[in-house]
Nanobody
Framework: QVQLVESGGGLVQAGGSLRLSCAASGRTFSNYIMGWFRQAPGKEREFVAAIKWSNGGTYYPDSVKGRFTISRDNAKNTVYLQMNSLKPEDTAVYYC???????????????????WGQGTQVTVSS
């Protein structure tokens, strides 16, 4: 079992930056894929970024590519999401997630991830 706790959300102006953190604990997860998702009120949970813990490989959707960066610190068992050039449409609750049984491809469906944090609110003003 893995426990995930997000932090770092807040209120920021459009064009600003935030760094989210996801502290992981529990069973070993060196073969996991770690992901970030976001969900705004009335909208579907949306894939934001993923990283393979073992080798640091990353994957992003077009909506955040070039603006967001996912990374991990092995010593701290922590995954980060650096968000730059924030837009009002980035406003959402951001969730850290873990896929303990990754397939051959990075998966973008929320249902593919079996561990979740409680979320942290990010609000971007226009």
């Amino acid at each position: 079992q893995v426990q995930l706790v997000e932090s770092g959300g807040g209120l920021v102006q459009a064009g600003g930056s935030l760094r989210l953190s996801c502290a992981a604990s529990g069973r070993t997860f060196s073969n996991y894929i770690m992901g970030w998702f976001r969900q705004a009120p009335g909208k579907e949970r949306e894939f934001v970024a993923a990283i393979k813990w073992s080798n640091g490989g990353t994957y992003y959707p077009d909506s955040v590519k070039g603006r967001f960066t996912i990374s991990r610190d092995n010593a701290k068992n922590t995954v980060y999401l650096q968000m730059n050039s924030l837009k009002p449409e980035d406003t959402a609750v951001y969730y850290c997630a873990a896929d303990s049984t990754p397939g051959l491809l990075y998966r973008t469906r929320a249902s593919s991830y079996n561990y979740w944090g409680q979320g942290t609110q990010v609000t971007v003003s226009s």
